[in-house]
């Protein structure tokens, strides 16, 4: 894998320059993104933002990526009941509606089974699974109001082929794809539609330390033989909430740079 300096992979201005057509124009259009403070959320908030998007970008941090956009910060902690009951309220006070509601926020930790405890996998799956589909619960009266809304699940490869000690990360991805199916076809007849995007390995704080011990292994992950970009999962998540995408329901778009189509006796030229 060659790795490529973050200040280049980081950035979320690589598609500016270009003016989008109406598919892709989200003027008017409020959205939440959770977890946007760095990485691919931020990457998300900023790209909706400039497409004319009022966006609420959620984290524990506060803190907002630039935007030549609408972009408002909202602190709050998803792996806190308590935090993710009162964050669509907020949101939806500070937006006076919802359209757009995009769930980032997640994390991965590798533990090998045979030392898993009850407190890390309820832990885990409280925050990758439960808090994206209780924040999918609270928003839906304010997504159906607007009658053509959209809500993405960001998931992981790891759901369909789980890293060594990343099981229940892969479960809880797993699993959240299986939400994003039953609200697709329980939400259709509101105006609603429900995706996911499946990335494979980003470069972003959260995978750098795996980046840089691949980088040195010279090992291969994927066809393409490097770490996608925030931006490139930032501009698929652009396509299914606009009006682009409106075809686009009940369906996972894996975004892996190849990963899963290697096989056993693969090579990738360099």
Not at 34 to 43: C, E, L, N, V
Not at 58 to 86: F, H, Q
Not at 133 to 144: K, M, S
Not at 192 to 203: A, K, L, N
Request: hydrophobic share 50%; aromatic share 4%.
């Amino acid at each position: 894998m060659r790795l490529v300096p973050n200040d280049q992979l980081a950035s979320v201005t690589d598609y500016r320059g270009a003016v989008p057509d109406a598919a892709f124009d989200l003027t008017g259009r409020r959205a939440v993104v959770t977890g946007a403070s760095t990485g691919i959320g931020a990457a998300i908030a900023v790209r909706l933002a400039d497409a004319g998007a009022d966006v609420v970008a959620v984290s524990r941090s506060g803190r907002v990526p630039e935007a030549e956009g609408s972009i408002r910060p909202l602190v709050a902690d998803l792996s806190d009941p308590d935090g993710v009951d009162a964050l669509i309220p907020a949101a939806v006070a500070e937006l006076g509606g919802l359209d757009i509601l995009v769930n980032n926020a997640g994390r991965a930790d590798w533990l090998p089974l045979s030392d898993l405890d009850r407190e890390h996998f309820d832990g885990l799956i409280g925050l990758n699974l439960w808090a994206p589909l209780r924040l999918c619960q609270l928003a839906h009266r304010h997504l159906a109001a607007g009658g053509d809304s959209a809500v993405v699940m960001v998931g992981s490869v790891d759901a369909v082929r789980p890293s060594a000690a990343g099981a229940v990360y892969g479960a809880s991805k797993a699993g959240l794809g299986a939400v994003t199916v039953a609200l697709a076809k329980e939400w259709q007849a509101d105006g609603i539609r429900v995706t996911q995007v499946d990335p494979g390995i980003v470069d972003t704080p959260m995978a750098a330390a795996i980046i840089r011990g691949l980088s040195e292994a010279g090992a291969s992950v994927n066809i393409a033989d490097r770490a996608g970009k925030p931006d490139e999962i930032a501009a698929l998540v652009h396509y299914l909430v606009a009006p682009a995408g409106r075809f686009a329901n009940g369906a996972s778009f894996r975004l892996d740079g190849g990963a899963l189509a290697l096989g056993p006796f693969d090579v990738i030229e360099r």
